[in-house]
Each structure stands twice: as structure tokens, then as C-alpha cells.
Antibody, heavy 124, light 109 residues
């Protein structure tokens, strides 16, 4: 059974960089049908896609966050990571990592496996 | 970017009720629409993909329909474990610009 687990600091100071890692177990991050993504959810609010990465390193970012986001992958560790720079209180959220299954023949995709989420609070 | 709206934003229903949630896209997204269920403190769970395909393991009381700009999620007979928030999500854009709807909270009447 595939499992994803987020890890990283739960508290980040304003203007600093938020860094999280997602460790994938029970399957390979290098599988050709999958992208790996980050989604966040501010307390009491909805879901916001941050970005996705393919095992080759190809990335896609939410345009509203693109200037501050870097997503990277380490296939040797079966992990991918998120860095969000210049954070403010508005970046306080539960951050989820998830697998995006791309169905090429149907040209569709969906998030089928999710981590449990980790709360990151931006505060001095 | 493609904007997603959902209606209603919340609803109260009883066990056994038939519940319908609507999702609308700001432009045509063909059938590239997914539905998720989220319970408090938990990660979202995929229910329906490609507008009408039931994810493995999801009860058959859940169904999805629609194409283009208008989509619906239907729960044929609401069960106690179905009280949750439901989100739609489009996967149409190329390159990917994934957007979620604002959510519909289903609670107990």
C-alpha cells in the first residue's frame, strides 16, 4: 500500500523559507504514470494546489505562488520536497503531499494518494 | 485560469436523503473533473474521477455526472459516515493549472 508522509518544521518565522519533505513508501517515485504534488489548506478554508513534479524533475507551479515556490525530487531517497520563500502569516496552512495519477489515454489526472498533512504556522 | 464554483456552500440533510452538489467551471473542461471527500482533520479522499468514474473502494451510492462546465455529485442515500466537506477539482488545463472548488459542507439536519 502506497504511503506518503510529510515532514518538516511546524513553525516558520515571517520572511523565512518554509521547507517540507514528502517520503514515499510502498512504491517507487520513479513510476512513469505519476506526478507528485503539494496542496495546502489554510485553517478553516479550502484546498489550494501549490505545484507538481515528475520524477525526471519537470515541474508545474501555481502561477500565484510560482515566484516563491521550488519543488524538487530525490529519486534515490524516494522523496520530493517543497520550498516556499518569503513566507507570511497567509502561508499558515496544513500542507499535504499527494500522488497525481495521469491517465494518458484519457488525458485526465487525479490525486489518488495523500499524506496525512502537516500544519505549518508562520509566526515570530 | 479556470475558476471553479460549487453550490450550495453548505447543506443540512438527514440519513437516507438523496443529496446533490453542483460544480461549475468558468470554461469548458470536458470531463476532466474530480470529486473529493474530506472529513475534519483528515486528508481529502478521491471519490469520482473523470466526472463519472467511481474510484475503487468507494461505495456505489456516490455518483458523478456532467461535462463541459456543469457537473454534479450525487449521494443516493446519505449515510452517517458521509457527513463531510466535498470538493470538486479540474484537471483540464495544459500545462497543469489545477484548481479546486471552494467546497460544500454536508452536515446533519
Amino acid at each position: 500500500q502506497l504511503q506518503l508522509q510529510e515532514s518538516g518544521p511546524g513553525l516558520v518565522k515571517p520572511s523565512e523559507t518554509l521547507s517540507l519533505t514528502c517520503t514515499v513508501s510502498g512504491g517507487s517515485i520513479s513510476s512513469s504514470s505519476y506526478y507528485w504534488g503539494w496542496i495546502r489548506q489554510p485553517p478553516g478554508k479550502g484546498l489550494e494546489w501549490i505545484g507538481s513534479i515528475y520524477y525526471s524533475g519537470s515541474t508545474y507551479y501555481n502561477p500565484s505562488l510560482k515566484s516563491r515556490v521550488t519543488i524538487s525530487v530525490d529519486t534515490s531517497k524516494n522523496q520530493f520536497s517543497l520550498k516556499l520563500s518569503s513566507v507570511t502569516a497567509a502561508d499558515t496552512a496544513v500542507y499535504y503531499c499527494a500522488r497525481r495519477f495521469v491517465v494518458v489515454v484519457a488525458a485526465t489526472s487525479y490525486f489518488d494518494y495523500w499524506g496525512q498533512g502537516t500544519l505549518v504556522t508562520v509566526s515570530s | 485560469d479556470i475558476q471553479m464554483t460549487q453550490s450550495p456552500s453548505s447543506l443540512s440533510a438527514s440519513v437516507g436523503d438523496r443529496v446533490t452538489i453542483t460544480c461549475r467551471a468558468s470554461q469548458s473542461i470536458s470531463s476532466y473533473l474530480n470529486w473529493y471527500q474530506q472529513k475534519p482533520g483528515k486528508a481529502p479522499k478521491l471519490l469520482i474521477y473523470a466526472a463519472s468514474s467511481l474510484q475503487s473502494g468507494v461505495p456505489s451510492r456516490f455518483s458523478g455526472s456532467g461535462s463541459g462546465t456543469d457537473f454534479t455529485l450525487t449521494i443516493s442515500s446519505l449515510q452517517p459516515e458521509d457527513f463531510a466537506t466535498y470538493y470538486c477539482q479540474q484537471s483540464y488545463s495544459t500545462p497543469p493549472r489545477i484548481t479546486f472548488g471552494p467546497g460544500t459542507k454536508v452536515d446533519i439536519k
